[in-house]
């Protein structure tokens, strides 16, 4: 189910940015042993971007024009689950900053191993979260009432692993996981519900409108017993995590 996030440009920032000194040390830490063309696939507001132009050759690619408009690099509109407009070999990094879950696999491994030029690094960035936080264990109840129902969501973590698996079969050789210095933002548990009813469907998948209210004032009252109050503000961690896989020099 495909989201476009051109609604959302002018507020990305604000709801979903990540603190200037995180998106240093990811860009830092991105380029770290790499040279040549970054490539920055669903690059959005440029967070990440903004710090990777400013030390690299840069090129951000996104399907929304609006979400491109709110930065000032080198950047073009593009499908990315189509074939990308660069050349065959011309990518020293190719980065999905909280944009590979968005994207078709198959596909994107196809221009991956296209468009990286040997040697090239294939970064996957995520904000994570605690496993035991409120947050992420309302997430987990919410895809596991959705597998209970036979209709399981997407799984982000599979997904990553299952595509670097998949370059490592093509002679890729996997990097080290890097993480960011930790940071906090206050979060209620509240945000999640807030979050998943403003946006179609569940846990990235088509749902019956009723079947996902069902799931939601259910789940909302299970995390009720469990939190307490959900809109009490709450300081929860978080880190930046790089994956990633360097291709066969
Ligand atoms: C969650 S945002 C991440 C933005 C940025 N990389 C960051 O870390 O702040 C995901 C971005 O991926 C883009 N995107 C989603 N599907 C895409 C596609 N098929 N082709 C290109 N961009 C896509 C969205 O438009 C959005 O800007």
């Not at 940015?17 to 507001?45: F, I, K, N, Q, R």
């Not at 019956?208 to 959900?230: H, T």
């Amino acid at each position: 189910m495909r989201m476009s996030f051109d609604e959302q440009a002018g507020s990305y920032e604000e709801r979903a940015g990540l603190p200037e000194a995180v998106c240093c040390e990811v860009a830092a830490l991105a380029l770290d042993g790499a040279s040549g063309l970054v490539l920055d696939v669903g690059a959005g507001t440029g967070a990440i971007g903004r710090e990777l132009a400013s030390r690299a050759r840069y090129l951000g690619l996104d399907m929304s024009r609006p979400m491109l408009r709110q930065f000032d690099a080198p950047r073009l509109q593009a499908d990315a689950d189509g074939r990308w407009p660069l050349a065959g070999g011309s990518a020293g990094v190719i980065l999905f900053s909280r944009s590979a879950h968005l994207l078709k696999s198959e596909t994107v491994l196809a221009e991956v191993l296209r468009v990286g030029k040997s040697g090239a690094r294939v970064l996957i960035g995520r904000v994570r979260r605690p496993r035991e936080s409120a947050p992420e264990r309302i997430k987990r109840e919410m895809q596991q009432r959705l597998r209970d129902r036979d209709l399981p969501g997407k799984n982000g973590e599979r997904a990553t692993r299952d595509f670097l698996d998949a370059l490592e079969q093509r002679g890729a050789t996997r990097l080290p996981e890097r993480w960011s210095a930790e940071w906090t933002e206050d979060e209620a548990a509240i945000d999640s519900f807030t979050s998943w009813r403003g946006k179609p469907g569940l846990g990235g998948r088509a749902v019956a409108d009723g079947v996902k209210a069902q799931i939601l004032d259910e789940l909302q009252l299970w995390a009720e017993e469990q939190f307490g109050d959900l809109h009490a503000r709450r300081a929860v961690p978080r880190r930046y995590r790089l994956e990633g896989a360097q291709l066969a020099g």
